[in-house]
């Protein structure tokens, strides 16, 4: 199995552009989609990248999600920020049998 | 509108079962494969299991493998979690959570997801 590595945490302030990197510790970054869940503080998760870059209907194009294969990683790019933005984001992929997530990483706007 | 709503939590001592249950709704359930996720108290969502829409493909997490078990109704609009040998560490929230492809796809990423019910292991 893989694993996937993403910052703790990361903070910006309100109205910049942040970016939270997603690495894929083994086998390609491009050869199983990624997805991006927000979690707000107490409320269960809700998507927001699904498929490397494609966005759920509602959800703002301030989001927006690619991957580099020279890096192996993928990343998550919110623009313009606000401070509802503030939430836990998790990176998720699957291998041939599994699902995995990375661990999370804590956006603070402020 | 999609719903999913789990039930079945509690407390149970280490060794003990429980079953968890997600009512379904909104969505032509049997088109999608469906999710378990659980997150521990103030850790990140860990994936614990997967099935396919017609319930004829499951996997699973290795920290559960041979004791947990999915399962799902079709005809009743529901996925269903046994969770036998249950451990201090299997204390989570549990959360159900659909896939956002049509079927015959299951390795795919997930559109809704469920509030959770909380499964409490201890003595």
């Known amino acids: 199995n893989f694993m996937l590595t993403q910052p703790h945490s990361v903070s910006e302030s309100p109205g910049k552009t942040v970016t939270i990197s997603c690495t894929r510790s083994?086998?390609?970054?491009?050869?199983?989609?990624v997805q991006w869940y927000q979690q707000r503080p107490g409320s269960a998760p809700t998507t927001v990248i699904y498929?490397?870059?494609?966005?759920p209907s509602g959800v703002p194009d301030r989001f927006s999600g690619s991957i580099d294969s020279s890096s192996n990683s993928a990343s998550l790019t919110i623009s313009g920020l606000k401070t509802e933005d503030e939430a836990d984001y998790y990176c998720q992929s699957y291998d041939s049998s599994n699902a995995v997530f990375g661990g999370g990483t804590q956006l603070t706007v402020l | 509108e999609v719903q999913l709503v789990e039930s079945g939590g509690g407390v149970v001592q280490p060794g003990g079962s429980l079953r968890l249950s997600c009512a379904a709704s909104?969505?032509?359930?049997?088109?999608?494969?469906m999710h378990w996720v659980r997150q521990a108290p103030g850790k990140g969502l860990e994936w614990v299991s997967l099935i396919s829409g017609d319930g004829g493909s499951t996997y699973y997490a290795d920290s559960v493998k041979g004791r947990f078990t999915i399962s799902r109704d079709n005809s009743k609009n529901s996925l269903y979690l046994q969770m036998n040998s249950l451990r201090t560490e299997d204390t989570a929230l549990y959360y159900c959570?659909?896939?956002?492809?049509?079927?015959?796809?299951?390795?795919?990423?997930?559109?809704?997801w469920g509030q959770g019910t909380l499964v409490t292991v201890s003595s």
């Open positions: 909104g969505f032509t359930f049997d088109d999608y494969a």
């Open positions: 959570a659909k896939t956002i492809r049509v079927v015959p796809a299951v390795f795919v990423g997930i559109d809704y």
């Open positions: 083994s086998g390609s970054i491009a050869s199983n989609y």
């Open positions: 498929e490397d870059n494609q966005r």
